[in-house]
């Protein structure tokens, strides 16, 4: 909505972001009308108060509110996404699903106990729709996880952002339903509702915002009770191409040959959240062909692409990775791809398959692309197997990207740069904060990337049993750029900042990656 827009309607518009709202206003008025109504009190004009509507053509809305508080009011168009915000920023998220009336005891709200009838509380009208509110909300701040935790006297709601925790205004009044908040998504995600002295694990899947969403729960008890983390997979995303991952040109033109090659193992690396599922999709869209056969076992199944056979990990039945890999390796593969080697049993079986003429694609938790060679070593797998199938590693990170609305150039010399910063007397950019970046100054995210072009030399080394340090400095005077080079390469180009590089890198005294 804006200003043309209302005046189409004859109505006066008004911008939420800008304008000061007067805060006494919302005493008026109750909670659950503003918010079912959406509508944001924020000024009075003599004996009437301006309300902003998003929704014109509701024409009760103003004599219901009339009717409700005994004043005049005054209906101004204002956007749905601003009221949106008021509203959450007021009251908090979930706060139209808190009937005043039932809230007091009508719907039998207890806190949680030992003799609480879980089933049917966890099933109530008021707790369904707040942890769906609670979702939605999460999905449009681009939230990848949901923190739910108890802490002692308060419940705290926490978003996972482009890498980073923000906290949630949830309304102090709903920590009453924390329990059964907890009782419900475990309800969702067919867990023991009765069990709070062991961790759980469970999924489920749901349509919000028109948008299939699975949901990985993770429960835990802690000291002052259960603690709730949620990862929302958006299965609806598209799967993007190598293009999109904005690979320096040299490292994509090495990648792209890497997984052209009909054998041997790749591996992409990085800490958990850091895109290399992303990265793996994109690899298996660049190669897919009909004259190739592509097989993959994950956990989850993230993305659905078509032309490629997809198994999804059931532990409870036996279906594990390395399981499932020995499976694949008889049904005729010609690439396959593993969601993440996590044990001895899974590492031998992916270096076994990629020596009986297989392409083998998989994921590994290590700092740095030279670590997965000592990584998969410590698993077990025999220094000169490694040698002979590890063809490249990929590592990566996610850093968050300048908001394009308010980024500003500044000169370099005007701050203190590390002594590794390869062009101190240019210039960079800096965040400063927009309506459009929620004032962060970022939006989004874009990868940095390092990767190790397992050579001759390098399998050499590898087979002596050389540590990652000794690799590093053998790749590095080869021209292997590291995860640092990368950021810089992306500060000078305007994606993101120094202290974004310095978060995901650290740095050492003498100014190197840490």
């Given at each position: 909505m804006n200003q043309d827009q209302a005046s189409n309607f004859g109505m006066p518009f008004v911008d939420l972001h800008e304008a000061k709202i007067d805060e006494s206003l919302f005493g008026i008025f109750s909670a659950q009308d503003l918010s079912e109504r959406g509508a944001v009190p924020y000024a009075t004009s003599g004996n009437s108060i301006l309300v902003a509507v998003g929704d014109p053509l509701d024409l009760d809305l103003a004599a219901e509110l009339s009717l409700a508080t005994g004043r005049h009011i005054r209906p101004v168009l204002a956007d749905p996404q601003e009221?949106?915000?008021?509203?959450?920023?007021?009251?908090?998220?979930?706060?139209?699903?808190?009937?005043?009336?039932?809230?007091?005891?009508?719907?039998?709200?207890?806190?949680?106990?030992?003799?609480?009838?879980?089933?049917?509380?966890?099933?109530?009208?008021?707790?369904?729709?707040?942890?769906?509110?609670?979702?939605e909300d999460a999905l449009q701040q681009g939230a990848s996880d949901v923190h739910l935790e108890n802490e002692e006297g308060h419940f705290q709601v926490r978003y996972r952002v482009d890498g980073l925790l923000r906290s949630v205004h949830f309304p102090p009044k709903m920590s009453q339903f924390r329990s059964a908040i907890i009782s419900r998504i475990k309800i969702l995600a067919k867990l023991n509702i009765a069990e709070r002295r062991l961790p759980q694990d469970g999924r489920f899947k749901t349509n919000l915002l028109n948008r299939e969403t699975d949901i990985r729960v993770s429960v835990i008890p802690m000291l002052h009770g259960e603690n709730i983390v949620l990862r929302l997979l958006d299965r609806g995303r598209e799967v993007l191409s190598i293009g999109d991952l904005e690979i320096p040109q040299q490292q994509e033109q090495h990648?792209?040959?890497?997984?052209?090659?009909?054998?041997?193992?790749?591996?992409?690396?990085?800490?958990?959240?850091?895109?290399?599922?992303?990265?793996?999709?994109?690899?298996?869209?660049?190669?897919?062909?009909?004259?190739?056969?592509?097989v993959t076992i994950e956990d989850p199944v993230e993305y659905s692409l078509p032309g490629i056979h997809q198994i999804q990990v059931h532990e409870k039945i036996g279906r594990t990775f390395s399981t499932g890999l020995r499976s694949i390796l008889r049904h005729d593969p010609d690439v396959v791809l593993v969601g993440e080697i996590r044990d001895r049993e899974t590492a031998q079986s992916a270096v076994q398959a990629s020596l009986t003429g297989h392409l083998v694609l998989s994921t590994l938790h290590t700092n740095d692309a030279c670590g997965a060679v000592s990584r998969l070593v410590d698993m077990g797998v025999e220094p000169f197997l490694v040698a002979s199938t590890l063809r490249g590693v990929m590592a990566q990170r996610l850093v968050r990207r300048l908001c394009d609305g308010c980024k500003q150039e500044v000169d370099a010399k005007s701050l203190v740069l590390p002594t590794d910063y390869p062009d101190p007397n240019g210039t960079v950019w800096i965040a400063t904060g927009c309506r459009q970046c929620h004032q962060l100054g970022y939006r989004g995210r874009l990868p940095i990337f390092e990767l190790l072009n397992c050579d001759e030399s390098i399998r050499q080394m590898a087979a002596r049993g050389a540590d990652s340090s000794s690799l590093r400095q053998r790749a590095t005077s080869q021209g292997m750029k590291s995860l640092r080079d990368c950021g810089w390469q992306a500060v000078m180009q305007g994606k993101t900042t120094v202290d974004e590089i310095l978060r995901l890198t650290g740095v050492t005294s003498d100014g190197s990656e840490g």
């Open positions: 009221i949106s915000k008021a509203l959450k920023h007021r009251f908090g998220v979930g706060s139209s699903a808190l009937d005043d009336e039932d809230s007091d005891g009508a719907m039998g709200f207890e806190e949680y106990g030992e003799s609480s009838d879980i089933d049917d509380l966890g099933e109530q009208r008021t707790v369904s729709k707040l942890v769906s509110e609670l979702l990648f792209l040959e890497m997984i052209k090659r009909p054998n041997g193992m790749i591996l992409i690396t990085g800490p958990t959240g850091s895109g290399k599922t992303t990265t793996l999709y994109s690899a298996l869209n660049a190669i897919r062909d009909q004259t190739i056969k592509i």
